[in-house]
């Protein structure tokens, strides 16, 4: 096995578009997992998982969504969802050809569960599972009727407007009524020359759009799935989250809930120990069960453990 990553790109039919990807590839693969980024990031910062599935001989491959990242596309600007959910569909398609017999995990973080959640619920049967990591079902921020509103009519009549949204969440962090309010993150986002800081009116509103219908059509979604979320997450709706959790039809769910306020948490060790012991026990590896501590919260997870 090797620990330096292959770098390839596929092809979009939908908008005849370059996109990249990430592979890390063991041996003998016994399991496939699809990794997915959040808004503004790209697959390169995520080299850490590919590493640990080469040493437990799982093929990893991150693509860096339409926009983001060595991938073509307008920077934070989409069509429409379904863009991702074509793109993915794509490589997807790739992968079967490449590795028929294996079980292909999806693993989304932020944006990237948005898209995983809306492919589960439109291909289940080219999936496993799905692993989430404070998907974005909504925003935390409560915005007003008159400003959706206001966000719907610019998406519509100028479209691709380039915003600064991460310039200016800088900006307003520096006034302290607004620093517990916004996330504490997106200074990193300036130093990475990779990092996607502007986005388009389109992107927003197609993103809650996209949010909204995962709700939804929440009985459409009946994959194993193992979702990881903050309770106090800043940035997206942990509310939508739960209910999304309860009401999904899979018979298999499990939670692992943390209540640091934090919504990247996937450079932790012991977070990712989690994640591997689930996919252990459904890939026939060394079948370790995951470890339940004593204060389990209510809900209709078959097993949630508060962090």
């Not at 590919?50 to 983001?68: S, T, Y």
């Not at 996330?183 to 300036?190: F, G, I, S």
Request: include cysteine; aromatic fraction near 12%; proline fraction near 5%.
């Amino acid at each position: 096995m090797y620990k330096n990553p292959k770098e390839g790109t596929y092809y979009s039919r939908t908008r005849d578009m370059k996109l990249f990807y990430r592979l890390w590839k063991p041996g003998h693969p016994q399991g496939l997992m699809l990794f997915l980024h959040g808004a503004g990031e790209h697959s390169g910062q995520y080299s850490h998982i590919g590493v640990e599935c080469l040493q437990r001989h799982i093929a990893f491959i991150a693509p860096d969504l339409r926009g983001f990242g060595k991938s073509e596309g307008s920077r934070g600007y989409i069509r429409q969802f379904k863009d991702y959910l074509d793109d993915l569909d794509e490589l997807v398609i790739q992968l079967r050809n490449q590795f028929s017999d294996l079980p292909l995990y999806l693993f989304g973080h932020s944006l990237g569960g948005l898209v995983a959640v809306r492919y589960a619920q439109q291909f289940c049967d080219k999936v496993t599972g799905v692993i989430l990591s404070s998907p974005a079902l909504g925003i935390r921020l409560k915005l007003p009727y008159f400003i959706k509103k206001s966000i719907d009519m610019v998406s519509f009549l100028a479209p691709a407007l380039p915003l600064e949204l991460v310039k200016w969440n800088e900006s307003l962090r520096r006034m302290k009524w607004f620093q517990p309010r916004l996330p504490d993150w997106t200074n990193r986002l300036l130093e990475d020359p990779l990092a996607t800081i502007r986005y388009t009116p389109r992107w927003f509103t197609e993103l809650l759009h996209s949010g909204t219908a995962a709700l939804t059509d929440v009985k459409q979604f009946q994959s194993p799935i193992l979702c990881l979320y903050d309770r106090y997450d800043t940035v997206v709706n942990s509310g939508l989250i739960e209910r999304f959790i309860e009401s999904i039809a899979s018979n298999e769910k499990d939670c692992f809930v943390f209540t640091k306020g934090n919504h990247q948490f996937l450079h932790d060790g012991e977070v990712l120990r989690h994640v591997f012991r689930w996919l252990d026990t459904r890939m026939g590896g060394r079948n370790r069960p995951i470890e339940v501590s004593e204060n389990i919260l209510e809900g209709d997870c078959d097993a949630v453990l508060e962090i």
